[in-house]
């Protein structure tokens, strides 16, 4: 009817036509033919109208990106609702789909937003807030006020666990595409403090049950993500840097192996970009659970490891009171020196670097250490490597 129907009389109803398209109990179906017929109607007053259809942009995007969302596995549909935006934004002669998504995201999500509260996993608003955000691209970068305390509701410990689920697999793939999604206008560092102790660390708490230890892994994998695209500051990482280690020195001994992976490169990461200002108390708490992981079931975790204790003795300052810490360099060393005989030669070659670093630290105690050791190994060379490099290290590193 719609595509049959003469232009001037359409047009005297255009508005009410978009307007009821795009209510809720119209365009959020799941069916997939009433999907198909509902696009059908879209082309139609796109094909009738072209650039009269202007004024109607938002009401005629709520129903393609409501459809996107709810359309499932039907890629025929998916295919057919990609199409007919990208016709929407042909006939109001915009640079692109792109363009549109700029110009209607914060309008659907103020649609949303009232109910987020109240939302479930298989509420359509979450859905399409889903869909709506990945497909939205720069622009999202723009709207983090409006956004994020909507993902933060969501993901409280309070929530369903599948629903948090949701949330984190959400912002994980956010994070990880920060530089084009949550970061695109450079504004995330006034937020960022804000995701980790209020979404990310709040998650890392641990709780009984096969999808608690799922939710676990997903957040400390968004910490991961968060990291990675650099999304932290030196400043804001010591700001709540304890909160991070009790949680992460926790996961360290989660039951579930990828969990610990995660945490173990997580650390990694957070040595590396503090640097020297990791105070000792704060080195001091985490190297134990980092020993104890290398006696892990998985070799990756184990490698892992050893790439973690690689930049944690970079982090260890000249000025450094090696008196003061004497036990503890004793007590690592000692762990250390286990997995230079270790059965894996992978771990034995990587032990051995980390060695060398750490024989800045403190030369005589190390030697000390590996003389009382080296007649249990069962091949001397790695030892006797170590002797040689620490002979070799420079006058002004060796001990007073």
Not at 68 to 80: F, I
Not at 374 to 386: A, G, I, N, S
Request: hydrophobic share 40%; proline share 4%.
């Amino acid at each position: 009817v719609l595509r049959g129907c003469r232009h001037d009389n359409m047009g005297t109803h255009l508005t009410s036509i978009c307007d009821t398209l795009a209510l809720p109990e119209v365009c959020r179906s799941e069916e997939p033919q009433y999907q198909q017929q509902l696009l059908s109607c879209v082309q139609a007053i796109l094909t009738v109208h072209q650039q009269e259809t202007a004024p109607h942009s938002l009401q005629l995007f709520t129903v393609l990106v409501s459809t996107m969302a709810l359309c499932r596995d039907s890629q025929e549909v998916m295919e057919q609702a990609q199409m007919t935006l990208q016709q929407l934004s042909d006939v109001q002669q915009l640079s692109g789909v792109q363009q549109l998504y700029s110009c209607h995201t914060q309008q659907l999500i103020q649609v949303l937003e009232p109910s987020h509260m109240h939302w479930t996993t298989l509420s359509p608003e979450r859905v399409i807030f889903d869909t709506l955000l990945l497909q939205a691209g720069p622009v999202v970068g723009d709207l983090l006020p409006e956004i994020l305390p909507i993902i933060e509701t969501n993901v409280q410990p309070d929530k369903d666990h599948e629903l948090r689920l949701k949330f984190f697999t959400l912002l994980s793939k956010l994070l990880i595409s920060a530089e084009n999604t949550v970061n695109a206008s450079g504004k995330f560092g006034e937020f960022g403090l804000g995701v980790v102790q209020r979404m990310i660390l709040v998650n890392c708490v641990w709780q009984a049950g096969r999808t608690a230890g799922a939710i676990r892994t997903i957040a400390v994998s968004s910490l991961w993500a968060l990291l990675q695209s650099g999304l932290l500051s030196v400043e804001q990482a010591n700001t709540v840097m304890e909160d991070m280690l009790t949680q992460l020195v926790t996961l360290l001994d989660d039951d579930v192996q990828s969990t610990r992976l995660i945490t173990c490169r997580v650390l990694n990461h957070l040595l590396n970009l503090c640097g020297s200002t990791f105070v000792p108390d704060r080195l001091n708490k985490v190297y134990p659970e980092l020993l104890k992981r290398l006696d892990d079931s998985s070799d990756e975790i184990r490698v892992a490891v050893t790439k973690t204790f690689s930049t944690f003795f970079t982090c260890i300052r000249q000025d450094y009171d090696r008196t003061l810490y004497k036990a503890h360099l004793e007590f690592m060393f000692k762990g250390l020196l286990v997995h230079l005989d270790d059965s894996d030669e992978r771990i034995q070659q990587s032990m051995l670097g980390v060695l060398k670093q750490a024989a800045r630290v403190h030369p005589t105690l190390m030697q000390q250490e590996i003389t009382a050791v080296k007649h249990k190994h069962r091949t001397p060379k790695y030892c006797e490597d170590l002797l040689q490099h620490i002979q070799a290290l420079p006058q002004d590193a060796q001990d007073t």
